[in-house]
């Protein structure tokens, strides 16, 4: 990429983060496109490193128990038993009907090729580059890559939401940004100024005059937002929601975009690092991931049929807990999806074993697929994503295996 387009870039995503959720749609003044396909794809990157033993429990397990035997799994836990082996955490209760109904599913014992070192950083970039080599500099997410063998790609066709850095998204394939409760409040006299400053400098004029247009387009977002709120208050399920909090706003937004022209909107969520007191604080990860998943259904309205969630998180955590009634960085976890177009209702897995001699070193869920494997299948299957660039650009190396079939 050149100093030029980082620089472009650098503003385009700067404007955005700096209009407010009332006075900004981020619609950007490139004209919409639509993208060749009419399927929607959420991904959400659940920072901190997710423990899937506790999400999905394999209380069915022999070894389960003991492994654990403060953090209660199963019937223990008033987990919502799933197939008589798996039950599924008690937090995502507001999702268990969606589970019912085959649009929620799970794919156990998965993880990145990222082993051993443990770091938060290493093994969000490694997730999020969707590449196992680090050394060489990380260039762009396998999101973007994906947009750039896609013909028909438009900024508005991809969103990274929120104020976090969306690497997974990043690259020279155009995308959008967005977040809530920022602000962007100019004066006639400011904007002028605005224009004056950057005259004689092409790249920077175009971007301010970009920034100047989202910011100004008042109208479109009021008629979105209300729309968005009518589908809101139609759904009973959006009783279990708690209104006004930033990653409801979120997944407002994304459902609104995908709602019209956008077909990949990505952002994350916080909280899953659970080292100490992991019942309260997976507990309440678990709650903002269940309000995100049931938003984003309101929100879709008709769409959510054809809408796939994919929630992924860069490593699991040890299987044995430890002594302050938490969970440390592991290897193999767990990936969360919903939607429509999700073949739910299972838990997709290879499953190891827990027994000592299961192990990944002695301490970890051991990994026996990989989850960009996964995710790569449902390219494939989503958006007809060809097997060649899966393997070779969107996900250089990965083997893919056999078709796990989570999109119907």
Known sequence: MTNDV???????????LGCSAAASPLITPIALANAPWDTRLVVIVLRGGMDGLDVVQPYGDPAMAALRPNLKTGQAADA???????????????????????QLGFVHAVSTPYRDKRSHFDGQDILEAGITNLGQGVRDG???RLLQVTPGIETETAFAVGRERMLILEGDAPSSAWAPRSELDLSPQAERLLELIYHDDPLFREASRDALLIAGDVAAQADLASETE??????????????????????????????????????SL??????????????NALRALSET?????????AQWGKTAVICMTEFGRTARENGTNGTDHGTGGAMVLAGGAVRGGRVVTDWPGLSDADLYAGRDLMPTRDVRAIAGWALRDMIGMSV?????????????????????
């Not at 980082?6 to 955005?16: D, H, I």
């Not at 919502?80 to 085959?102: E, K, N, R, V």
């Not at 209104?243 to 609104?256: D, G, M, T, Y």
């Not at 998943?293 to 309205?301: C, E």
């Open 230 to 267: 009518e589908m809101l208050a139609d759904n009973p399920m959006m009783g279990a929601v708690r209104p006004n909090i930033a990653h409801v706003q979120l997944a407002e937004f994304a459902a609104s975009r995908l709602r019209g022209d956008t077909r990949i909107a990505s952002f």
């Open 270 to 283: 916080n909280g899953w690092d659970t080292h100490n007191g992991q019942k309260r604080g997976i507990g």
């Open 388 to 408: 060649p660039n899966i393997e070779n650009i969107v996900f250089p190396g990965v083997e893919l295996g056999q078709n796990p079939g989570i999109i119907l």
């Open 142 to 144: 396998w999101l973007n």
């Open 80 to 102: 919502l038993d799933l197939d008589g082996f798996y039950a599924m955490h008690p937090s995502l209760a507001p999702i268990y009907p969606l589970w019912q109904a085959g």
């Open 6 to 16: 980082c620089r472009r870039k650098f503003l385009m995503r700067g404007a955005a």
């Open 293 to 301: 998943i049931l938003t984003l259904q309101a929100g879709l309205g």
